[in-house]
């Protein structure tokens, strides 16, 4: 296994693990045992569909509480509280599987039944399979029942979920204890009024009990509470049960007081006053899909004018096809599919004509699908992109202005390896009829993803927010998972607790448990934390694929942010690596087992681990659509579990200085020099600090740069314009012996270097001079670098930087490395530490040239695909013409202004930095993007290519 | 355009009812013609399209760039091109430069209102030359950079005298002395016409065949595309004679670091460009003249289309992708199997460079200072 080993060049040493995970086997065993032997039933069992998918999402506290404060009318959807069977049944319910569970309401539930507060329901309720859950092979599944629920609508009945949050209650330990239905909830009740009500509501419901039992019937609402946000609770109204459990004025202290944490409740009231038709419409509208929630969880409050902003795009997806079956004469029959349906996509839908008549002609004509097409429509550039197989023809368009189209057709790409990693097959997603409102689902992200990236992470601090918004476009699309470097400890507990998982062998999931065949072989996992791959146990194919899944259902930012309190999806998958037999395994003699594939995704606050699992290999064979198996996800839950104690250690690398040094584009120009002192004190310049006590004293430095600059003078007198004046302040800062003035000055001296030589020949040889002066290790070396890891000198590794030269020059890289599925960029931490205003727009220009440079990249790469199917045959014409295109490295240099420039005298001051990509073939793939300043000199850049290796070998 | 792989071919037709004008074509010969029912359902998409106020600009396949393009609502040219590395922007230009040169030859009068298609037709045939020079430019560059190209002359001074005595001689003030299809001189009001106009009148005498004396009625696209400004040149050829053809098209005495293989120097003010495949230096290593041309033009059409900023004419219908960068791109580099390549945007000027592979890639940027610094003799540069 490669994966331990990818980051140990930068790992070692660096973090100590404070909370050691428990890796003995009692620990882990009683986690296990705790998950297995529970009663407890799982929360997202009712969630599960009809075909056995689940996609179960369970907001965090504080996500749930905004969203509730922010729409009190409208009740979110997305934690929807409703148990399996009661009398108090929602009015007007939709269809079952779209509803939604509160998980931990049910928890309450079962405390509440063992407490045995819950005399009634609780007998009847039994394991509370949804009625779509379907019975799949006996086995060592813990429940299996399947039980038809009865929908009783009684329109007395109104549901209401109210926010609590029993750890706000007013904590005076003084006077007589505040009743919780008051302080909790905001309700009024005085028993001494309601004994006369009581008697002319709803006797009859009562009566069976024998006790006398008050109602409790709303006197008054306390301003302020979240009963009265809701609007919705009428004095008048009777409480008669919460979370389902009957209440009433003996037991409603209990109950309420069961309540452990911050928490949706529901209240359920008899009331006098229908609700209005209208209302109750709308609000049960809400309660759709859990997809649909997503999408509007993702959207948030503010969806309709980004709707509307969306709609007036032209964009559209289309499935059509290219058979057309005269017999029947249906309207638009051609069209298979279609989303949006809005009117700027009626006009890419009216021209549809086109693209079939391209598509079919194109292809007589040359020989060759069509790939794509431009239009010019409402004044916008529209780039479209097909996908044709067999007869089917699928188009997206979307305009160029969101999309370059280079990365249109890798968006399509993706779009096509998703729907058959879901599906199977094109044809499977796009013609049944039950997945067009999935399709909706997963198009509206689409778009939503490819127009606005942004607005996904609305909730991450500005800086986060536009790192995301600019690299979005560009990360998306590559063939990799974005990976974060780890200490050689903690990726070895993860790989551990990885493996623990995969061998299924725990408890009640060998064979000898219950003595029949295991039902799924686990084929791999893969461990996210925060949207950063931590750990994988997957072949690369299926990495990809379920990062593609993952990615499309944004579920990485999801985690990253904790808007997810739980998560746990589980579908059929048709991972194309395993179903498409390959001729590397044909020659090996090995084939894939005729098997079906199952995707489960569990994730637990900023945890997300996803399982590919086989059935019908050496496993039982599967039958029907089988849903979760309880038992697997509580493996995937405790193995998470597990690994929680790492979480500390993973965050202080998130929080560590970055590995390499980066550096802030605005430090290199003097307008932002002023301003330095007000930073805190950038990383680089206490690592500097660092290094230097070792290494160099800060005088030497000095004195070194001064030289260099004197003659960078006397060569140049002409061009040193804005230098001069740094000059003359330079010593006076110099002079004193603070740090900051040091390497501000060095950084001057550097700037004065690259323009006054502006590249021309004399730079090259006097940087050589300073450079080998120079005393800090050389960090392209990989045996410096292995060197400092073995002496474990966290000084000395603490400065490691990609650049040479006194002054680190990184402003930003990404190395994506094909073979292995995963890119490493820095994390958003480390480009939050570097803040200007020149600095944004460079992150924001690098990936615009990445996705320059890529796009090149890609024709190379088809072309060597090409030439190297179809060698053999003439190979030197072949050679000589396709040559042209096979480009290995390319690079632009750019360059920048301060924004507000106000002096009128001088020219405003501009700094220069490179973008260059480099694409190894050989001896593995590999791409390699970085970002630096104009004053590195060229041979840096070639070692750090290098570097680039040892990055993750 | 058309050579080594993929064919190109041309289609004219009247925007208004689709009758074919004239089809030409380069490259591979077995399927030159296309059959009729291609051309028209080409045609018809398009035509399909603007009828819903749809306009189809360009579609491609993994082997095949289309282009449509429609001028003044009523001719449509519509290029095919499967060539290797062929661009939205190389095509644009071309159509750009072919309706160009059926104004030079026809007059826009002629082709706006068309009254005998069939008179049009066999009008249209004294274009084909100056249109099938476009599909093959061979070593030239103009017709990508829609800068008139242009050859540096010894005895500079005294051939500019004759020049102009002898356009005042014959009448006119335009006058110019072209050496191999390149412009050598030019008198001053020359230098007002449009730089597409340049360039088409260059292309223009290096497409006819070699007679001594030529009168040629054009219009131009730009200034007069109405009017004709005929021009007398009956004393060139003894002018043509003392001058010594410079193959490497480089100002006598100047070098170029060595490991060029070929450069082109674009003048940004006066749109006007030299280059050579063939520089002193290069001598006979690695590619052929013919590919460092194709290699340099398609490193040209790079460059251009995504990273400096937009120059010449058409103007994009989007704003272009280079729009996108919030900073300024100034120099480029792409590094292949065959060759590397580096571009300088510098105030004044820009150079393309081709560099031999072996030329180490940290010493291009200062060389292609150098070889700027030389050409135009500019420290500044």
């Given at each position: 296994?490669?994966?331990?080993?990818?980051?140990?060049?930068?790992?070692?040493?660096?973090?100590?693990?404070?909370?050691?995970?428990?890796?003995?086997?009692?620990?882990?065993?009683?986690?296990?045992?705790?998950?297995?032997?529970?009663?407890?039933?799982?929360?997202?069992?009712?969630?599960?569909?009809?075909?056995?998918?689940?996609?179960?999402?369970?907001?965090?506290?504080?996500?749930?509480?905004?969203?509730?404060?922010?729409?009190?009318?409208?009740?979110?959807?997305?934690?929807?509280?409703?148990?399996?069977?009661?009398?108090?049944?929602?009015?007007?319910?939709?269809?079952?599987?779209?509803?939604?569970?509160?998980?931990?309401?049910?928890?309450?539930?079962?405390?509440?039944?063992?407490?045995?507060?819950?005399?009634?329901?609780?007998?009847?309720?039994?394991?509370?399979?949804?009625?779509?859950?379907?019975?799949?092979?006996?086995?060592?599944?813990?429940?299996?029942?399947?039980?038809?629920?009865?929908?009783?609508?009684?329109?007395?009945?109104?549901?209401?979920?109210?926010?609590?949050?029993?750890?706000?209650?007013?904590?005076?330990?003084?006077?007589?204890?505040?009743?919780?239905?008051?302080?909790?909830?905001?309700?009024?009740?005085?028993?001494?009024?309601?004994?006369?009500?009581?008697?002319?509501?709803?006797?009859?419901?009562?009566?069976?009990?024998?006790?006398?039992?008050?109602?409790?019937?709303?006197?008054?609402?306390?301003?302020?509470?979240?009963?009265?946000?809701?609007?919705?609770?009428?004095?008048?109204?009777?409480?008669?049960?919460?979370?389902?459990?009957?209440?009433?004025?003996?037991?409603?202290?209990?109950?309420?007081?069961?309540?452990?944490?911050?928490?949706?409740?529901?209240?359920?009231?008899?009331?006098?006053?229908?609700?209005?038709?209208?209302?109750?419409?709308?609000?049960?509208?809400?309660?759709?899909?859990?997809?649909?929630?997503?999408?509007?969880?993702?959207?948030?409050?503010?969806?309709?004018?980004?709707?509307?902003?969306?709609q007036g795009m032209p964009h559209i997806v289309m499935y059509l096809t290219l058979k057309l079956d005269s017999e029947t004469s249906k309207d638009e029959q051609e069209i298979l599919y279609q989303y949006p349906v809005s009117e700027a996509s009626q006009k890419l839908k009216s021209v549809r004509g086109i693209f079939l008549t391209l598509c079919d002609m194109l292809e007589n004509v040359t020989g060759a699908h069509i790939i794509s097409s431009s239009l010019f429509l409402c004044g916008k550039l529209v780039q479209v992109v097909y996908w044709k197989e067999s007869d089917k023809l699928l188009?997206?368009?979307?305009?160029?202005?969101?999309?370059?189209?280079?990365?249109?057709?890798?968006?399509?790409?993706?779009?096509?390896?998703?729907?058959?990693?879901?599906?199977?097959?094109?044809?499977?997603?796009?013609?049944?009829?039950?997945?067009?409102?999935?399709?909706?689902?997963?198009?509206?992200?689409?778009?939503?993803?490819?127009?606005?990236?942004?607005?996904?992470?609305?909730?991450?601090?500005?800086?986060?927010?536009?790192?995301?918004?600019?690299?979005?476009?560009?990360?998306?699309?590559?063939?990799?998972?974005?990976?974060?470097?780890?200490?050689?400890?903690?990726?070895?507990?993860?790989?551990?607790?990885?493996?623990?998982?995969?061998?299924?062998?725990?408890?009640?999931?060998?064979?000898?448990?219950?003595?029949?065949?295991?039902?799924?072989?686990?084929?791999?996992?893969?461990?996210?934390?925060?949207?950063?791959?931590?750990?994988?146990?997957?072949?690369?194919?299926?990495?990809?694929?379920?990062?593609?899944?993952?990615?499309?259902?944004?579920?990485?930012?999801?985690?990253?942010?904790?808007?997810?309190?739980?998560?746990?999806?589980?579908?059929?998958?048709?991972?194309?690596?395993?179903?498409?037999?390959?001729?590397?395994?044909?020659?090996?003699?090995?084939?894939?087992?005729?098997?079906?594939?199952?995707?489960?995704?569990?994730?637990?606050?900023?945890?997300?681990?996803?399982?590919?699992?086989?059935?019908?290999?050496?496993?039982?064979?599967?039958?029907?659509?089988?849903?979760?198996?309880?038992?697997?996800?509580?493996?995937?839950?405790?193995?998470?579990?597990?690994?929680?104690?790492?979480?500390?250690?993973?965050?202080?690398?998130?929080?560590?200085?970055?590995?390499?040094?980066?550096?802030?584009?605005?430090?290199?120009?003097?307008?932002?020099?002023?301003?330095?002192?007000?930073?805190?004190?950038?990383?680089?310049?206490?690592?500097?600090?660092?290094?230097?006590?070792?290494?160099?004293?800060?005088?030497?430095?000095?004195?070194?740069?001064?030289?260099?600059?004197?003659?960078?003078?006397?060569?140049?007198?002409?061009?040193?314009?804005?230098?001069?004046?740094?000059?003359?302040?330079?010593?006076?800062?110099?002079?004193?012996?603070?740090?900051?003035?040091?390497?501000?000055?060095?950084?001057?001296?550097?700037?004065?270097?690259?323009?006054?030589?502006?590249?021309?020949?004399?730079?090259?040889?006097?940087?050589?001079?300073?450079?080998?002066?120079?005393?800090?290790?050389?960090?392209?070396?990989?045996?410096?670098?292995?060197?400092?890891?073995?002496?474990?000198?966290?000084?000395?590794?603490?400065?490691?930087?990609?650049?040479?030269?006194?002054?680190?020059?990184?402003?930003?890289?990404?190395?994506?490395?094909?073979?292995?599925?995963?890119?490493?960029?820095?994390?958003?931490?480390?480009?939050?530490?570097?803040?200007?205003?020149?600095?944004?727009?460079?992150?924001?220009?690098?990936?615009?040239?990445?996705?320059?440079?890529?796009?090149?990249?890609?024709?190379?790469?088809?072309?060597?695909?090409?030439?190297?199917?179809?060698?053999?045959?003439?190979?030197?014409?072949?050679?000589?013409?396709?040559?042209?295109?096979?480009?290995?490295?390319?690079?632009?240099?750019?360059?920048?202004?301060?924004?507000?420039?106000?002096?009128?005298?001088?020219?405003?001051?501009?700094?220069?930095?490179?973008?260059?990509?480099?694409?190894?073939?050989?001896?593995?793939?590999?791409?390699?993007?970085?970002?630096?300043?104009?004053?590195?000199?060229?041979?840096?850049?070639?070692?750090?290519?290098?570097?680039?290796?040892?990055?993750?070998? | 355009?058309?050579?080594?792989?993929?064919?190109?071919?041309?289609?004219?037709?009247?925007?208004?009812?689709?009758?074919?004008?004239?089809?030409?074509?380069?490259?591979?010969?077995?399927?030159?013609?296309?059959?009729?029912?291609?051309?028209?359902?080409?045609?018809?998409?398009?035509?399909?399209?603007?009828?819903?106020?749809?306009?189809?600009?360009?579609?491609?396949?993994?082997?095949?760039?289309?282009?449509?393009?429609?001028?003044?609502?009523?001719?449509?040219?519509?290029?095919?091109?499967?060539?290797?590395?062929?661009?939205?922007?190389?095509?644009?230009?071309?159509?750009?430069?072919?309706?160009?040169?059926?104004?030079?030859?026809?007059?826009?009068?002629?082709?706006?209102?068309?009254?005998?298609?069939?008179?049009?037709?066999?009008?249209?045939?004294?274009?084909?030359?100056?249109?099938?020079?476009?599909?093959?430019?061979?070593?030239?560059?103009g017709d990508l950079t829609q800068c008139v190209e242009c050859v540096p002359v010894p005895h500079g001074a005294a051939l500019q005298e004759g020049l102009e005595a002898f356009v005042a001689a014959a009448e006119s003030r335009f006058g110019c002395l072209v050496v191999g299809g390149r412009l050598a001189l030019a008198t001053e009001p020359w230098w007002q016409l449009a730089p597409q106009e340049l360039l088409l009148l260059s292309w223009l005498v290096g497409s006819l065949p070699p007679p001594t004396a030529r009168d040629y009625p054009i219009y131009l696209p730009h200034g007069s595309p109405?009017?004709?400004?005929?021009?007398?040149?009956?004393?060139?050829?003894?002018?043509?004679?003392?001058?010594?053809?410079?193959?490497?098209?480089?100002?006598?005495?100047?070098?170029?670091?060595?490991?060029?293989?070929?450069?082109?120097?674009?003048?940004?003010?006066?749109?006007?460009?030299?280059?050579?495949?063939?520089?002193?230096?290069?001598?006979?290593?690695?590619?052929?003249?013919?590919?460092?041309?194709?290699?340099?033009?398609?490193?040209?059409?790079?460059?251009?289309?995504?990273?400096?900023?937009?120059?010449?004419?058409?103007?994009?219908?989007?704003?272009?992708?280079?729009?996108?960068?919030?900073?300024?791109?100034?120099?480029?580099?792409?590094v292949s199997a065959t060759h590397k390549a580096y571009a300088i945007h510098a105030p004044q000027h820009q150079l393309f460079l081709l560099l031999a592979p072996h030329v180490p890639t940290f010493a291009l940027r200062p060389l292609a200072a150098r070889a700027l610094q030389r050409l135009t003799g500019d420290a500044a540069c």
């Amino acid at each position: 296994m490669k994966w331990p080993l990818l980051c140990s060049m930068f790992s070692v040493g660096r973090y100590s693990i404070p909370r050691p995970v428990t890796r003995n086997l009692e620990d882990l065993d009683s986690v296990q045992s705790i998950l297995l032997h529970s009663d407890l039933e799982p929360e997202w069992l009712d969630s599960v569909q009809k075909n056995g998918e689940l996609f179960y999402l369970e907001l965090s506290e504080g996500e749930e509480e905004t969203l509730l404060q922010d729409s009190s009318s409208e009740v979110p959807a997305v934690n929807h509280v409703r148990f399996c069977e009661n009398e108090a049944e929602v009015i007007q319910e939709g269809s079952r599987k779209e509803r939604k569970y509160e998980p931990r309401l049910k928890k309450i539930t079962k405390i509440l039944k063992k407490k045995s507060l819950l005399p009634k329901h609780s007998g009847k309720k039994g394991t509370g399979g949804s009625d779509g859950h379907p019975s799949g092979p006996t086995s060592i599944l813990k429940h299996q029942s399947t039980q038809k629920v009865g929908v009783i609508v009684q329109q007395r009945y109104k549901d209401v979920c109210v926010y609590v949050n029993p750890k706000r209650l007013p904590n005076d330990g003084a006077g007589e204890k505040l009743k919780l239905l008051e302080a909790l909830v905001g309700i009024v009740h005085q028993s001494s009024w309601s004994n006369k009500r009581a008697e002319k509501q709803g006797e009859q419901d009562r009566s069976n009990k024998g006790i006398n039992e008050e109602k409790l019937v709303v006197h008054g609402l306390i301003p302020g509470s979240s009963a009265i946000k809701t609007g919705q609770i009428l004095i008048g109204d009777a409480l008669v049960a919460v979370n389902d459990v009957d209440v009433n004025a003996e037991n409603i202290e209990r109950v309420l007081s069961c309540i452990p944490g911050p928490m949706q409740v529901k209240l359920t009231f008899e009331t006098s006053v229908f609700e209005h038709e209208g209302t109750s419409q709308q609000r049960y509208k809400q309660a759709q899909s859990a997809m649909n929630n997503l999408v509007k969880l993702l959207w948030r409050e503010d969806n309709m004018d980004l709707q509307l902003a969306i709609q007036g795009m032209p964009h559209i997806v289309m499935y059509l096809t290219l058979k057309l079956d005269s017999e029947t004469s249906k309207d638009e029959q051609e069209i298979l599919y279609q989303y949006p349906v809005s009117e700027a996509s009626q006009k890419l839908k009216s021209v549809r004509g086109i693209f079939l008549t391209l598509c079919d002609m194109l292809e007589n004509v040359t020989g060759a699908h069509i790939i794509s097409s431009s239009l010019f429509l409402c004044g916008k550039l529209v780039q479209v992109v097909y996908w044709k197989e067999s007869d089917k023809l699928l188009v997206i368009g979307l305009p160029a202005e969101s999309v370059p189209l280079s990365q249109l057709r890798n968006m399509i790409t993706d779009v096509v390896r998703t729907l058959k990693f879901m599906y199977g097959s094109l044809d499977s997603a796009f013609c049944q009829v039950e997945n067009v409102s999935r399709l909706d689902h997963f198009f509206n992200l689409f778009f939503q993803r490819a127009i606005q990236p942004a607005r996904l992470n609305s909730n991450a601090s500005p800086s986060a927010q536009h790192y995301d918004s600019c690299s979005a476009l560009f990360l998306d699309n590559l063939p990799g998972v974005r990976w974060l470097t780890l200490a050689q400890e903690i990726k070895m507990e993860i790989d551990t607790a990885l493996s623990d998982l995969e061998a299924a062998d725990f408890a009640e999931l060998s064979e000898d448990y219950y003595d029949i065949r295991r039902l799924y072989m686990i084929l791999g996992s893969c461990l996210f934390y925060k949207g950063y791959l931590i750990g994988n146990h997957l072949p690369k194919e299926d990495l990809i694929d379920i990062a593609l899944y993952s990615r499309h259902y944004c579920l990485l930012p999801l985690a990253a942010e904790q808007r997810i309190g739980q998560l746990v999806i589980w579908r059929e998958v048709f991972p194309h690596h395993h179903l498409q037999p390959s001729e590397a395994s044909g020659v090996t003699g090995y084939r894939e087992p005729e098997a079906r594939y199952f995707l489960l995704i569990v994730g637990l606050r900023h945890f997300m681990l996803c399982v590919l699992l086989e059935t019908g290999g050496c496993t039982s064979k599967a039958i029907g659509n089988p849903g979760p198996d309880c038992i697997y996800v509580d493996q995937v839950k405790a193995t998470i579990l597990q690994l929680e104690g790492i979480d500390s250690s993973i965050e202080e690398r998130l929080e560590a200085p970055a590995i390499p040094c980066l550096s802030c584009a605005d430090w290199f120009l003097p307008a932002s020099r002023d301003k330095l002192e007000s930073f805190t004190t950038p990383p680089i310049l206490s690592k500097l600090q660092n290094t230097s006590k070792t290494t160099a004293s800060p005088i030497s430095k000095r004195t070194l740069f001064t030289d260099s600059s004197l003659r960078t003078r006397k060569l140049s007198p002409s061009r040193s314009s804005g230098g001069s004046d740094n000059g003359s302040e330079g010593p006076e800062e110099g002079g004193g012996l603070n740090l900051l003035a040091t390497v501000d000055q060095v950084r001057k001296h550097e700037r004065k270097e690259s323009q006054s030589f502006g590249g021309s020949e004399g730079s090259g040889s006097l940087f050589k001079v300073t450079k080998k002066k120079h005393t800090l290790p050389n960090p392209f070396h990989l045996g410096n670098l292995k060197k400092n890891l073995s002496e474990k000198d966290t000084e000395l590794y603490n400065a490691v930087k990609l650049t040479s030269g006194p002054e680190n020059t990184l402003f930003h890289y990404i190395s994506l490395e094909t073979m292995q599925g995963i890119f490493i960029t820095p994390t958003h931490k480390e480009v939050q530490q570097l803040s200007g205003s020149i600095h944004p727009q460079l992150i924001k220009n690098f990936h615009r040239c990445c996705l320059s440079i890529r796009s090149i990249f890609q024709q190379a790469v088809m072309k060597e695909k090409k030439k190297n199917a179809d060698s053999g045959s003439n190979l030197d014409s072949r050679k000589a013409s396709s040559d042209l295109n096979l480009v290995r490295e390319h690079g632009v240099l750019f360059e920048c202004s301060p924004d507000n420039w106000t002096d009128q005298k001088k020219p405003p001051p501009t700094m220069t930095y490179w973008v260059v990509g480099r694409l190894f073939l050989h001896p593995k793939p590999q791409e390699f993007y970085v970002c630096f300043h104009d004053s590195v000199t060229e041979v840096a850049v070639e070692l750090a290519f290098k570097l680039s290796f040892g990055l993750a070998t | 355009m058309g050579e080594e792989g993929g064919s190109v071919t041309l289609l004219c037709l009247t925007a208004s009812s689709g009758v074919p004008l004239f089809c030409r074509t380069t490259g591979a010969p077995s399927k030159h013609q296309l059959p009729f029912s291609v051309i028209g359902s080409l045609n018809g998409v398009h035509m399909f399209g603007a009828n819903l106020d749809v306009l189809l600009t360009a579609a491609c396949t993994a082997n095949t760039h289309v282009v449509w393009r429609v001028f003044h609502n009523s001719i449509t040219l519509i290029v095919l091109s499967a060539e290797e590395g062929a661009s939205d922007f190389a095509l644009g230009r071309l159509l750009d430069n072919t309706f160009s040169a059926m104004v030079l030859i026809l007059g826009l009068e002629e082709l706006v209102n068309i009254r005998n298609i069939e008179r049009l037709k066999k009008d249209l045939r004294a274009c084909y030359k100056l249109i099938d020079s476009f599909l093959a430019p061979l070593e030239r560059s103009g017709d990508l950079t829609q800068c008139v190209e242009c050859v540096p002359v010894p005895h500079g001074a005294a051939l500019q005298e004759g020049l102009e005595a002898f356009v005042a001689a014959a009448e006119s003030r335009f006058g110019c002395l072209v050496v191999g299809g390149r412009l050598a001189l030019a008198t001053e009001p020359w230098w007002q016409l449009a730089p597409q106009e340049l360039l088409l009148l260059s292309w223009l005498v290096g497409s006819l065949p070699p007679p001594t004396a030529r009168d040629y009625p054009i219009y131009l696209p730009h200034g007069s595309p109405t009017l004709v400004p005929r021009f007398w040149k009956p004393l060139l050829e003894p002018l043509q004679a003392c001058v010594r053809p410079q193959p490497h098209g480089l100002p006598p005495g100047t070098t170029l670091p060595p490991g060029v293989l070929a450069f082109l120097l674009i003048h940004r003010e006066q749109r006007s460009s030299q280059s050579s495949v063939q520089p002193p230096g290069s001598g006979g290593e690695g590619l052929s003249p013919r590919r460092r041309a194709r290699a340099l033009r398609h490193f040209y059409a790079l460059v251009a289309a995504r990273y400096f900023p937009w120059e010449g004419s058409p103007a994009p219908p989007q704003e272009p992708f280079q729009a996108g960068f919030p900073h300024r791109a100034r120099h480029c580099y792409v590094v292949s199997a065959t060759h590397k390549a580096y571009a300088i945007h510098a105030p004044q000027h820009q150079l393309f460079l081709l560099l031999a592979p072996h030329v180490p890639t940290f010493a291009l940027r200062p060389l292609a200072a150098r070889a700027l610094q030389r050409l135009t003799g500019d420290a500044a540069c």
